[in-house]
């Protein structure tokens, strides 16, 4: 009776001071361990899954002790009493959770968990479910016509750990169990920038159904979702700005972004106001239209989102200051913006040296 450990090998449940299990696994060395507690109720022996945390399981056991002493009822193990999926309804219905923009994304990338991995209490959820899901979506073919990305896969399991940590602060459960996992190496750091060439040749190419949106992508620092929903009242001629609300951003106090004089240009010629108030009659984007695009003009793999890389890339090539940048192009961390900067060897054949050379 006491505090065991399960052996990742056999899955056999040893005593804790035992260390060596019989299938010769040295469980005392193993970083990620699993924990068990086992008691007597009535005769009967218990034993709960307790999970990766050895202080858990030891607080666990002694409140189980403590309860048999004075003779009171022992509460119940309450990552038993709830599933992952009765977990993720509680968590999207949080008044914090509703107010987010991301909400339905969020509770997609759990349910994504549990399609694959099943429905399973809470308690049995172990780091091996995770390894069982993150290689069933490396493997399996998406919509896209491709497996899953690593970033993709880590921001399923990144909310599906967010939610078992609000579990266990509101007490709807006792402990996270993948509360020690470690995400997938993440490689996403596009390095596609286009010279001024390569633009007016992508540009000829595309139709004109979606020429305007691939202007205002290569020029301003704008993400895809507010190019394609841009509406005229966003549009500030006067003083030269687009100006998003924080329902129309990542920013919640919203945006100014400058208008670049070749895009001024542009909007000028266009008619308006055009359906609903909107720009672009988004319904006529064609993500085909701008792959043929792309291969007409030979640029590869080029994506749409590499335009932003563009526009930023530029406007620091233009000498304006990072911090200006920033907040042109939304970007809140020093980390996520330096992504969409890419120092050339061109550039590199301009460094400056110290010329003074010593005596």
């Known amino acids: ?25 040295n469980v005392r060395k193993d970083s990620g361990k699993c924990y068990w507690i086992e008691y007597y109720l009535d005769g009967s022996r218990v034993r709960e899954r307790i999970g990766f945390s050895k202080l858990a399981a030891e607080n666990r056991f002694r409140e189980v002790q403590t309860a048999k002493a004075e003779s009171r009822h022992i509460r119940k193990n309450k990552n038993a009493g709830i599933t992952i999926g009765q977990l993720r309804e509680w968590y999207l219905g949080l008044s914090e959770m509703t107010q987010k ?23 049995q959820l172990n780091l091996e479910h995770v390894e069982k899901f993150r290689q069933t979506r490396l493997t399996e073919i998406t919509q896209t016509g491709r497996p899953a990305s690593p970033s993709t896969i880590n921001r399923d399991v990144a909310n599906l750990r967010a939610m078992l940590n609000k579990g266990v602060k509101y007490g709807k459960i006792d402990l ?35 020429r305007g949106q691939v202007l205002i992508a290569y020029y301003l620092p704008m993400r895809q979702s507010e190019i394609l929903y841009l509406r005229w009242e966003e549009i500030d001629f006067k003083n030269g700005f687009i100006r998003l609300g924080g329902n129309r ?11 670049h004089p070749e895009v001024i240009k542009y909007l000028k010629t266009l008619p308006h106001p055009t359906e609903d108030g909107y720009v672009f009659s988004f319904r006529n984007w064609r993500r085909k239209s701008f792959r043929k695009a792309v291969n007409e003009a030979e640029l590869g793999g080029f994506n749409f989102h590499d335009l932003r890389h563009c526009a930023i890339n530029n406007l620091r ?4 200051d990072h911090f200006l940048i920033k907040q042109a192009s939304g970007h809140k961390t020093d980390v996520a913006f330096r992504r969409y900067n890419l120092v050339t060897e061109d550039e590199m054949k301009g460094m400056k040296w110290y010329s003074k050379t010593p005596e």
Do not use: W, Y
């Open 1 to 25: 009776m006491g505090l065991l450990i399960e052996c990742p090998a056999c899955r056999k449940r040893i005593g804790i001071k035992k260390g060596i299990c019989t299938c010769g696994k």
């Open 317 to 320: 090539l233009a000498g304006n």
């Open 176 to 210: 996270n169990p993948i509360q020690l996992v470690s995400m997938l190496e993440e490689n996403n750091v596009r390095e596609r920038v286009l010279t001024h060439e390569q633009f007016r040749l992508l540009l000829k190419k595309c139709p004109e159904s979606i």
């Open 249 to 259: 951003t990542k920013n919640k106090s919203g945006r100014a972004i400058p208008i």
């Open 101 to 123: 923009r991301s909400l339905v994304d969020i509770g997609n990338c759990i349910q994504n968990f549990i399609l694959r991995i099943g429905n399973l209490p809470v308690s």
